[in-house]
């Protein structure tokens, strides 16, 4: 696409209104295009219509129209969660018209230097980490897109002396064209989003939209444990900054496995050690491979090392990852929430030493989870599940030898599923046991969001 300012007088659609399409129509509007916002849900779901309209926006709720796209749309901006098989787009793409998504957008606009941050799990921790560090060493962070504030109204704020820190979806990534950070960050790559995407090479080529249009000053801070990330390294342009929570590279951020301490190895080599594992504010090699990552962005925006240390000490998490709900008769509960697919799940039941009793389960996207094998057999000590996969969930916790293992009644409604799976879990545990929410699966089979399932567990563990 062309810079926003090139559609004044011309027609733009946008697809969705949520909180980015409600932003970028406004910006389109602002710079003089004529704006149509378009949104399949009926006109009392969309509270968002009216403000708009009394700015001169056209708004239409319902249904996407057969005559909404045609050869006089100059461009469509469509909210990154809606999929390229509806008809709007297909019709956009048959007339070649640009469909992209709000990060093009905001990026014209965008005054500050970007740091862009995708992965397939650990976006949100690490974008907030970034933020915080960059904070705490005196920069101007302003933390956007997947994660806070929409990112076109950030980036009409934004000025030169700041950073925008950005939480990128694969779905937000597939839609851009020119988009280009100064600081591109891919955390890891795991089979999820199918359904969206339709296969691993779509999804792996959005990830990789990250860095596509990267400079050879620009820096790529990549997981050079991740077989995927390093299939993708032919297409980096940038400076590579690797971490490892395996090896101990000569250059790059990695775990030293002697010390247990996270190490930054400058490119002549001297080792700078950071903080030791045991140091860090929450738990798990997971977070640790998200600090690694955090501390090679924040150290390439030039924050000193010893900022990194003292903002690792102090971070506890964000909601609904791995976060501490409380602990009753030496019962821990943890709500991960967030963990929609194995690859979470595993990576926090694994962040605990001691006895872990699962409650998962959830939206059914095809999968038989015997990935879960394993750690179920190694870590898990009784499983309560919920939601379309529980039978599925429930026959590999058979198979790995767990004994405890019981289903929540779904009829009922989701508050109370989740409370009856928060007592079952309760009457299965014993002094020293973790009690841990990670379902390994998307909420929207009984939940409106992970949030929502994050929420109605905290509440039921508090009303033990």
């Known amino acids: 696409m062309k810079h926003p300012q090139a559609y004044r007088g011309k027609q733009v659609v946008i697809l969705g209104l949520a909180r980015s399409g409600v932003a970028v129509a406004r910006l389109f509007h602002q710079l003089g295009a004529e ?46 969660g809606i999929p390229y098989t509806i008809k709007p787009v297909r019709q956009a793409e048959e007339l070649d018209i640009e469909v992209v998504t709000e990060v093009e957008v905001a990026a014209y606009i965008c005054k500050a230097p970007i740091i862009g941050i995708t992965g397939s799990n650990g976006k949100t921790t690490t974008t907030t980490l970034i933020g915080l560090m960059l904070a705490g060493g005196g920069l101007s962070p302003i933390v956007a897109g997947n994660i806070g504030r929409a990112l076109t109204e950030a980036a009409e704020e934004a000025e030169e002396s700041d950073w925008m820190v950005v939480e990128l979806s694969s779905f937000q990534l597939k839609g851009t064209i020119h988009f ?58 940038a400076k590579l900054l690797p971490f490892s929570m395996k090896e101990a590279l000569t250059y790059g951020l990695y775990l030293e496995a002697e010390t247990q301490t996270l190490v930054y ?23 640790i491979e998200n600090a690694l990552a955090a501390a090679g962005v924040a150290l390439t925006a030039g924050v000193e090392l010893t900022v990194i240390a003292e903002e690792l000490r102090k971070f506890r998490g964000v909601e609904h990852r791995l976060e501490f709900v409380r602990e009753l008769e030496g019962v821990t509960f943890y709500n991960n929430s967030k963990a929609t697919n194995s690859a979470a799940a595993i990576k926090s039941i694994e962040a605990f030493e001691e006895s872990v009793i699962l409650v998962a389960g959830g939206l059914d996207r095809g999968s038989d989870y015997m990935e879960l094998l394993p750690i179920f057999r190694e870590r898990v000590k009784g499983i309560v599940t919920l939601g379309q996969t529980g039978a599925k969930i429930n026959q590999v916790a058979a198979l790995a030898g767990i004994s405890s293992i019981e289903s929540v009644d779904t009829a009922n409604n989701a508050a109370d599923a989740v409370d009856l799976a928060v007592r ?11 009690i841990l929410l990670s379902p390994a699966c998307a909420s929207w089979d009984m939940f409106p969001s992970f949030e929502d399932r994050g929420r109605m567990f905290k509440e039921s563990v508090h009303n033990l």
């Not at 990549?222 to 390093?230: A, F, G």
């Not at 490119?267 to 090699?285: D, L, Y």
Request: proline residues 7%; charged residues 20%; negative net charge.
């Open 35 to 80: 704006v149509t916002v378009n949104d399949k849900k009926e006109r009392s779901a969309c509270p968002e219509a009216d403000d708009l309209e009394a700015l001169g926006i056209s708004v239409i709720c319902g249904s996407h129209p057969d005559t909404l796209i045609h050869s006089g749309v100059a461009l469509v901006v469509k909210n990154p």
């Open 180 to 237: 280009r950070p100064r600081i591109a960050c891919l955390l890891n790559i795991y089979e999820t989003h199918l359904d969206y995407h339709g296969s691993m090479d779509d999804y792996m080529a959005s990830k990789a939209k990250i860095f596509a249009n990267q400079q050879p000053q620009d820096t790529v801070v990549i997981n050079w444990d991740d077989p995927l990330c390093r299939n993708l390294l032919p297409q980096v342009q």
């Open 265 to 287: 190895r400058d490119v002549e080599g001297n080792r700078h050690p950071i903080i030791t594992a045991a140091e860090m504010g929450i738990p798990g090699s997971y977070n």
């Open 424 to 434: 079952a879990a309760w009457a299965m545990s014993e002094a020293g046991d973790i």
